[in-house]
């Protein structure tokens, strides 16, 4: 792929902020509450891969685009409200892919995936999920699927139509089968996609699926919501070998009810049941909300490492709301711990507000430049968490689009939740802790500082068992166009970023208007390949025409010095 120069001769204003440690109290702070009721899935149904067709020509020239819904009351604060105030920190020049070394280490793998090309022209913008084990990459874009090698990035199959994994026609329904995530589950060696669907009478459904080869049988089922958009779904899961009542795959998602409504809805799958045909129950919980104010776009956590013991499946969302709660700039994380989602006792949830003034004030970013060809032209969306976040050895790493004086930073922060024994006194053998304490160790943000002329949105982290972890974002500015980048951290580093990071995919071409949702991240699973044990793959867009978007994949090793 081509790669513009003008880049090598630019920088990118870099800020690291590491806070001492505390223990955030909730007693005087906004209360969290949430409710709870019980779902049914469908009867699933079972396709190979293999027997979907290509895409056709006629699919791949189609012009759906991705459901545009925005959070209702969402209103941007006053400029001068809204900008990430931080100390700086030197600049350092961001490389090319295969340019000099510097700290971050460079991709040992790095190829182009599928673009927009694969089925429809209209979506707008691609969204992303990659997954990465069993010697495979699994990649999900709207409204596509692609399957990879793990070791040389060769495509072994795809692009398949989304929908035609659920038995549904290619951009069936009024928006086709959109928002695609995926993730790797360990503990049962399978992939799990998801997807949101909305019928031609308004009803809308999440999908879900699981494969232990991604290239063979997928078995699918497709739950029904009620009359609403499930828009933005998230998923997330807890993996370990002992606890099978909190052994689940979680999906959330934003309602919008055909009726004007709006709350946030999550969603327990048990894994037992998940990966099998027949229909089953599950525990949801819904309308979560802070001193009153409904909360939007949960991100729940990605427990992945099998001996981690996570002990409830965590839950983590941003004040996405331009100050409603703690006024603008809005500042503090919502924390949500859910258990023995299958025990006897039922489903449990005890919530956590790290209080008002617990983080550095955030608020919503402005549109970023396009090298020469648009000024404030590529939309950075909100505060919202703009990617699956990974819990690992007691960690939680999130990040979210900032406004940094000009456009648009990637500011987040490591939070570190601490569970009592069983404060919920559930009695089915599988405890049901509470949340007692939050800590948020560290604050780190990428171009951060007054007026910066360059901008960095929809930040990716994933992080090792080890502690180590790597962050793509996109990357522009005005003399740059948007692209994938890399930065690593690595767990003996003081601080984060240490330089610049390094371009995966980029190029010199015109667009304006939807950038994406967010790009993604995933951890190798542990042990596949000893060499690259603890791996971090990435994934996002750039573009390879004049307003087409592609994509690329990337995986360097941030333990590597």
Known sequence: MKQSSRFTLWSAA???????????????QPQAKVSKRTG??????????????????????????????????????????????????????????????????GAFIDFGAQSQGCNGLGWQPSDMGIAVGGKYVVQV?????????????????????????????????SAGCFDPRVLYDPQAGRFVITGSYQDSNGNGYILIASAANPTLTWIHHIIFYGALLADYPT???????????????????????????????????????????????????EDFTLGGVVQNSMQPADAYDLNAFPRAQFIVNSLNDGGAVCGAPETGLLLWAESDATGAAGSHISPWFTGC???????????????TFCSACIETLDNRITAKSFWTAGNIKVS?????????????????PTLDDNGQGC??????????????????????????????YFGAIATTTGGDWTQYATFSSNGISPGLFYVANNVTWPSFPHDGGIFACVNDFSWSGRWGDYNAAAPE?????????????????????????GSCVAANDPQTP
């Not at 053998?429 to 007026?451: H, K, L, M, R």
């Open 14 to 28: 870099l800020l690291a902020l590491i806070l001492a440690s505390t223990i955030l109290s909730a007693s005087t």
């Open 40 to 105: 049914q899935s469908d009867v699933g149904g079972e396709v190979n891969l293999r027997d979907l067709p290509d895409i056709s020509v006629t699919d791949s020239y189609a012009t759906k685009e991705s459901e545009d819904p925005r959070i209702p009351g969402l209103v941007l604060a006053p400029v001068s409200q809204r900008m990430v105030t931080l100390p700086e920190m030197g600049s350092h020049a961001m490389i090319p892919r295969g340019g000099p070394g510097q700290d971050t280490p």
């Open 141 to 173: 874009v709207n409204e596509c699927l692609s399957v990879y090698s793990e070791v040389t990035g060769a495509l072994l199959f795809g692009p398949k139509d989304y929908c035609g994994l659920f038995g549904l026609p290619a951009n069936s329904g």
């Open 235 to 285: 998923v997330g899961q807890t993996a370990y070998y002992d606890k099978n009542n909190n052994s689940v795959v979680t999906v959330c998602f934003n309602s919008f009810f055909n009726n004007g409504n709006f709350f946030d809805i999550c969603s327990f799958y048990p894994k037992a049941k998940l990966y099998k045909a027949p229909a089953f129950s599950f525990p949801i919980w």
């Open 357 to 371: 003034g617990s983080t550095v004030g955030y608020s919503e970013p402005a549109p970023a430049d396009n090298a």
């Open 400 to 416: 979210i689009d900032a406004y940094n004086g000009y456009s648009s930073a990637a500011l987040g922060w490591t939070i570190t």
């Open 427 to 456: 009695g089915s053998g599988d405890n049901c802790p509470n949340i007692t304490s939050v800590g948020i160790p560290q604050t780190f943000c990428y171009d951060c500082g007054a007026g910066r002329g360059a901008q960095a």
């Open 525 to 549: 699973e542990p042990g596949t390949h000893p060499k690259d044990y603890s791996a971090i793959w990435g994934a996002g867009m750039y573009l390879i025409n004049t307003n087409t978007w």
